[in-house]
């Protein structure tokens, strides 16, 4: 296949997950990366989390890049065009437009992830922030060092994560919240409530039910203006409302989009040749009868190395399925979700945070566990996700937590004896 070229349009997780992919499987054929970012692929996570973190006085974090230049260029034999994104498909010709450039492709991986919704009214005034690159991470960093007043709009994980490093640098931070309860999409309700006083426990203040109607400022943001009328002071104001998945280019190519690109089990968009991956693509997970679209670390790594190989032998195309796996650090708390959080019924089947600092929930639809929560739960959480994909029942997840409950209870005991 030494003449068979494949493009991969997307140079973050799933876009490197690919490339690594396909040589992996024995590619030996060409391959481009395109990239709109400058910097090379990096690793998005340790943005909105340690690397906010206050560090020593002088010193910066590395970027937390994934592969040297040179492992990409010489030993993944990949051509890198970054700083420039994609502008067209045009999926007759089977080519990739990058500015004057038409990159031509025997089979493309599409893995242009999403982009950070913005506030009305926020382009142009200094201080404003949302939290999706490298670059956006060095400013609002460089703003927490600097001892910025800080207003985070959307207590989701990217939100939270950047109101507790605001919180590590002794700052004081608010969160608004349009929602009655944080992450009611993410967790449901009653764990929204359990996950929202985390931030009470540790200084943050959290304001829902709010909408911001103006940002104030000369240039510059200096004030948040609320719903209802009141307004708080800020140097700086990080947005984390959530991301649309980046498919603006791709209209009038023929690929079907609908909240992501649409693909089938393999990840397959139905158009000659083409693959999406990561938090673009949208597609059947037969584990759990439904079309999903994540915005996962786990998923999108997953998602790039098999769209590569099935763009590559597509004759002997394999199914994607998976059980969603994400994680999010707040203050000293790691809060772990696998599975679905629909379901019929939710329940707290070990410890209770503002007690313990501990929490574990089963999430159940019809007979059967779909998901679990854990904050603080690292030694159980994938024993969860191994029974969801087993298709573990409800009685058997309940029994199960049953038997670790009285263990701990049982090993509690003997340790005060």
């Known amino acids: 296949m030494g003449d068979f070229r494949l ?23 060409r391959i481009t990366l395109v990239g709109a970012d400058s910097h090379l692929p990096y690793d998005r996570p340790p943005l909105s989390k340690a690397y906010l973190e206050p560090s020593e006085e002088g010193t910066v974090p590395a970027p937390p890049t994934f592969r040297a230049e040179d492992v990409l260029r010489d030993e993944l034999a990949t051509e890198l065009l970054l700083g420039e994104p994609a502008s067209a498909l045009d999926t007759e010709r089977k080519v990739v437009l990058v500015g004057d450039r038409a990159i ?149 190519s023929g690929l079907p989009l609908s909240d992501g690109i649409v693909c089938d089990e393999t990840l397959f968009t139905g158009v000659d040749g083409v693959y999406a991956a990561g938090d673009v693509a949208r597609w059947p997970n037969s584990l759990f009868d439904r079309y999903m679209r994540l915005e996962h670390w786990t998923s999108a790594a997953e998602q790039g190395a098999i769209a590569a190989r099935n763009s590559l032998n597509p004759a002997e195309a394999k199914p994607y399925t998976t059980v969603p796996y994400f994680w999010s650090d707040w203050y000293d708390s790691r809060i772990q979700f696998v599975g679905i959080p629909h379901g019929d019924e939710i329940r707290v089947v070990d410890g209770a945070v503002e007690q313990d600092g501990r929490c574990i929930a089963l999430y159940r639809e019809g007979d059967r566990l779909v998901g679990s929560l854990a904050i603080n739960g690292q030694t159980v959480i994938m024993k969860y996700r191994s029974m969801i994909a087993k298709k573990a029942t409800w009685d058997d997840a309940l029994a199960f937590a049953e038997r670790r409950r009285a263990v701990s209870s049982a090993t509690a005991a003997w340790t005060a004896r």
């Open 7 to 29: 493009v991969v349009v997307g140079a973050s997780l799933a876009g490197l997950r690919a490339v690594e992919g396909a040589r992996k499987a024995g590619f030996d054929g």
């Open 104 to 252: 031509e492709y025997d089979a493309a991986v599409i893995a242009t992830g999403a982009v950070a919704r913005e506030l009305p009214g926020s382009t142009g005034l200094a201080g404003v922030h949302t939290l999706r690159t490298l670059d956006d991470a060095v400013a609002v960093r460089e703003a927490l060092q600097a001892g910025a007043r800080t207003v985070v709009v959307g207590a989701g994980f990217i939100g939270s994560e950047i109101a507790s490093a605001a919180r590590k640098h002794g700052l004081d931070v608010t969160i608004v919240e349009a929602l009655p309860t944080p992450l009611t999409r993410a967790v449901g309700d009653e764990m929204g409530q359990v996950c929202a006083s985390l931030h009470s426990m540790n200084g943050t203040g959290l304001r829902c039910g709010l909408t911001v109607t103006e940002l104030e400022g000369d240039g510059r943001v200096e004030r948040v203006r609320l719903s209802d009328g009141s307004a708080l002071d800020a140097d700086m104001v990080v947005v984390g409302v959530g991301a649309a998945p980046a498919t603006g280019w791709l209209e009038g």
